[in-house]
């Protein structure tokens, strides 16, 4: 299989890319910048120029030959509101559109635990990214017949990988998950497909892998 992912050079992206990279699947990273492509060439992609804050259109040619889109883009803790929306929402939902025009079945996207509760928002300082990242999901699992997947992780850290997981918990007092276990749970997504799911992931005591493969023999 083929995969793109857009926001590759991300902190969780460069590692989907380099997870992806070492199954053996054919990766292309999607970066807005040309220096990133170095980047994307060291962990086993290919790097495709992709723009965000471009038309839907021009995303197409990009997407040629690609069998799963992965959206990881995020616009990044040090940027305005505005490119929240430019980004996480616009981009994501242009990305999508994109998806389905260039006739790709299988869409990924990296978004994040609580975003389907408003009260969750009211008591957090990013409220504006859960907001992108709530109608991001609900255009891509209401507005479109993509065989979609939404990725909604806990608190990420940068600690080192656990491989560990626990998939969709009803109660948790853990709430934090590290980038490369998310990055893990993308690869296992690709690898094992769960059609119109939503999934939400913390570190736990399930290796990544068995938690991912028990979810798709119960569809």
Known sequence: MTTLV?????QVGQRIVQQLAATG???FGGIRNAEQAATIDKLGGQARMFDLMGSADAM???????????????SGGSTGDDMTLNIDLDGAIKAITATEEAHIQRFIIVSAMGTDDREFWANSSI????????YADQWLQHRTNLAYTIVRPGILTDDEPTGKIA?????????????ADVAA??????????????ITLVNGETPIETAVQQAAALQ
């Open 6 to 10: 857009i926001g590759a050079h991300g």
């Open 25 to 27: 699947e054919t990766v």
């Open 60 to 74: 197409v040619p990009a997407m040629h030959g690609i069998d799963t889109v992965v959206f990881s883009a995020g």
């Open 127 to 134: 409220r504006p990214y859960y907001v992108a990242k709530y």
């Open 167 to 179: 998939l969709n918990p009803e109660k948790t007092d853990n709430t934090r998950i590290t980038r």
């Open 185 to 198: 749970t993308v690869t296992a997504v690709v690898r094992h497909p769960l059609p119109h799911q939503i």
